[in-house]
């Protein structure tokens, strides 16, 4: 598990974690039902406060894509199949609406825009 | 506390000037025994009530001396403050160790006495046990008021008190035994002195570790 | 009670100085940093929670004990460790762990050689032979050898080679990766807390200006260099602290998030410790 924090980006350094974290497990590093380090021993590691990776954790709980289980340990969820879509369906309709705002700024045309989809979608 | 009276005696002993300072003290009284020998029986009897009822209880009560030094040095207090013993705690060591030493002198004291008058028939066993009795009367005396000097005054005032009192009982048994005599010190029944004066003696070391104590609450407080 | 440390309004007068009415908490498992010009008043609310000055207070709590009535039990559970050696000179490491394991209940005498090894702590020599760095390793070494379940840090590193207290921090770090163990180190040398500290106390002139997670300063905080135009559309509820320069103003900030959303392309600077510090005891403040 591999995570890197840059003091120079604009994110708070708990969303930086947790966004590598959801990461590692869209794309499948971190397996289901893999174990995570305890927040103490992620902070310790990362150099960062508890605190921080507290909030990262809770937050990834929250989305459902860690669990706690109580004197056991944190592991990586088993049900991420559908939260991993939602994610990523999610991340798109972000994308798309900063590409929308973009081409209203430069002037595109909604047609134009539905063009140059088509061309990317089929090439990729 | 067990802690603290092994700090001391390590730095009583385990230090070399403290160790040689004792050393040197222990040698010097054996070259008195022997020079005292050599003296008409005024001074042999004066130089043995020195001996017994005098130097060997100075020496038992410079325990605090030593480690006081050392913990002023490096305000050692500061820490020990943070260690689970309470200041009255801190303070029974210090009297502790400085008892046992006390006690210790005055047992070689009576060593001393012992194979003295065995081996010498000048002086009587009897007399050699009243000036035993000043002595342990002496300490207690001693031990009470220089110690809550040193605890009022810090080490370096608190040794010029030692030094004071010493000098001045010095004198007073100097003076009392040119002007009256030895035989006024060590002859005749004493027993009624030490059984009346050694509990006074006992009160008087219990006063003052109260009265150190209050010494020590007052200066962190 | 679910704090380390839990102080209720903490007053010491001196002659020319008040500790004025400290109320502060560390919970269990952080790292509070106190942080405050010299003279501020860390050392006296340290001295003050361990019972070397006494101080009237509400609440004194450490780790869920009365310091009236149960400072025994609290001491036999807590390691201080000051900024200079108070083990005398000619004492050894290994004589000084007899004397603890005679005054700690808990003493760990193989915990306390590993540490010695661990250091490099020559066993049988005596202190005065030690550098200033040797004998605070050995204070962290005896602190740590009795399992205390609070640490407090009065400027132990000040005059320590960075190298050094990167590994005392490391050893902190370690320290607290039990959940129920807490620190309380207070500093001068900021930088180390940024990497350290849950949480900030800055205290000023006998006062606890603010008690901050590190969180908030680093995600919540910042600063922005910016001319007058931008400086007044500020509003001022965004404003801790700022300062006019000659060319510039520079401002505390401390709504972040919403005044990066708000304006896209201002650059704002991540602000540390030592920024806050300056901030606050510098800075114009808008109320």
Same mark, same amino acid.
């Given at each position: 598990m591999e995570i890197i924090l840059s003091s120079t980006s604009g994110r708070p350094i708990y969303e930086q974690i947790t966004l590598q974290i959801k990461e590692m497990i869209m794309k499948g590093d971190l397996a289901p039902g893999q174990a995570l380090p305890s927040m103490r021993k992620l902070a310790k590691d990362l150099h960062v406060s508890v605190i921080t990776t507290q909030r990262a954790y809770d937050d990834l709980q929250k989305e459902g894509f860690i669990v706690t289980v109580p004197a056991k340990g944190t592991f990586v969820s088993t049900e991420n199949q559908d939260f991993i879509r939602e994610e990523n369906l999610r991340r798109i309709e972000q994308l798309l609406t900063d590409a929308a705002f973009l081409a209203k700024e430069n002037g595109l045309s909604i047609n134009e825009i539905k063009q140059t989809l088509e061309i990317v979608y089929t090439e990729v | 506390? @067990?802690? *603290?009276?092994?700090?001391?005696?390590?730095? #009583? /002993?385990?230090?070399?000037?403290?160790?040689?300072?004792?050393? +040197? +003290?222990?040698?010097?009284?054996?070259?008195?025994?022997? +020079?005292?020998?050599?003296?008409?029986?005024?001074?042999?009897?004066?130089?043995?009530?020195?001996?017994?009822?005098?130097? /060997?209880?100075?020496?038992?009560?410079?325990?605090?001396?030593?480690?006081?030094?050392?913990?002023? %040095?490096? #305000?050692?207090?500061?820490?020990?403050?943070? /260690?689970?013993?309470? %200041?009255?705690?801190?303070?029974?060591? %210090?009297?502790?160790?400085?008892?046992?030493?006390?006690?210790?002198? #005055?047992?070689?004291?009576?060593? $001393?006495? /012992?194979?003295?008058?065995?081996?010498?028939? @000048?002086?009587?066993?009897?007399?050699?046990?009243?000036?035993?009795? $000043?002595?342990?009367?002496?300490?207690?005396?001693?031990?009470?008021?220089?110690?809550?000097? $040193?605890?009022?005054?810090?080490?370096?005032?608190?040794?010029?008190?030692?030094?004071? *009192?010493?000098?001045?009982?010095?004198?007073?048994?100097?003076?009392?035994?040119?002007?009256?005599?030895?035989?006024?010190?060590? +002859?005749?029944?004493?027993?009624?002195?030490?059984?009346?004066?050694?509990?006074?003696?006992?009160?008087?070391?219990?006063?003052?570790f109260f009265l150190s104590l209050a010494c020590y609450k007052k200066r962190y407080s | 009670m679910k704090q380390a440390l839990h102080i209720k309004n903490l007053t010491k007068k001196y002659k020319d100085f008040t500790l004025d009415h400290i109320s502060l908490d560390l919970p269990y498992g952080m790292i509070l940093g106190l942080i405050g010009e010299n003279g501020s008043g860390k050392s006296t609310l340290i001295n003050s929670i361990l019972n070397i000055v006494k101080a009237d207070y509400d609440e004194v709590h450490i780790l869920g004990q009365d310091l009236k009535s149960q400072e025994k039990e609290i001491k036999k559970e807590i390691a201080v460790i000051f900024n200079d050696s108070h083990y005398g000179e000619n004492l050894t490491p290994l004589f000084i762990g007899k004397m603890l394991s005679g005054i700690y209940t808990d003493w760990d005498q193989k915990k306390f050689t590993d540490y010695l090894k661990q250091f490099h702590l020559p066993e049988k020599k005596r202190l005065k032979t030690f550098s200033t760095g040797m004998k605070v390793k050995l204070e962290f070494a005896a602190a740590l050898s009795h399992n205390p379940k609070l640490l407090i840090l009065d400027e132990a590193t000040n005059g320590l080679d960075p190298v050094f207290r990167e590994e005392i921090l490391e050893i902190l770090r370690e320290f607290t990766e039990q959940e129920d163990h807490s620190v309380l180190i207070s500093s001068h040398i900021t930088s180390d807390l940024d990497k350290i500290a849950d949480y900030i106390a800055y205290i000023h002139e006998g006062r606890l200006l603010f008690l901050k997670s590190i969180d908030e300063l680093n995600n919540d905080c910042g600063i922005i260099r910016c001319g007058r135009e931008f400086f007044d559309a500020l509003s001022p509820e965004d404003i801790i602290a700022y300062r006019e320069e000659p060319y510039s103003y520079c401002v505390f900030i401390k709504n972040r998030q919403s005044l990066r959303k708000a304006f896209c392309d201002i650059s704002i600077e991540n602000a540390s410790i030592e920024d806050m510090m300056l901030f606050y005891s510098k800075g114009e403040k808008i109320i």
């Open positions: - | 506390m @067990k802690g *603290i009276i092994l700090k001391d005696l390590y730095e #009583n /002993f385990r230090i070399f000037k403290n160790g040689v300072s004792y050393l +040197a +003290a222990v040698l010097f009284l054996f070259l008195l025994i022997e +020079a005292m020998q050599t003296g008409d029986l005024f001074s042999l009897k004066y130089f043995f009530m020195l001996i017994t009822a005098f130097v /060997f209880p100075l020496l038992g009560c410079s325990s605090i001396e030593s480690s006081l030094e050392q913990d002023e %040095k490096v #305000n050692f207090d500061k820490i020990q403050l943070t /260690f689970p013993i309470t %200041k009255t705690e801190i303070v029974l060591s %210090k009297y502790i160790l400085g008892i046992c030493f006390l006690t210790i002198c #005055n047992v070689f004291s009576l060593i $001393f006495v /012992f194979s003295f008058t065995s081996s010498h028939n @000048k002086i009587t066993l009897q007399e050699g046990l009243s000036a035993w009795g $000043f002595g342990v009367l002496f300490s207690l005396v001693f031990f009470a008021v220089v110690n809550f000097a $040193f605890f009022l005054l810090g080490r370096k005032l608190g040794l010029i008190v030692y030094i004071f *009192i010493a000098m001045l009982f010095g004198g007073i048994y100097g003076a009392v035994s040119s002007l009256k005599g030895m035989e006024f010190l060590m +002859a005749g029944d004493k027993t009624m002195i030490f059984i009346i004066g050694i509990p006074i003696g006992i009160l008087f070391v219990v006063i003052s | -």
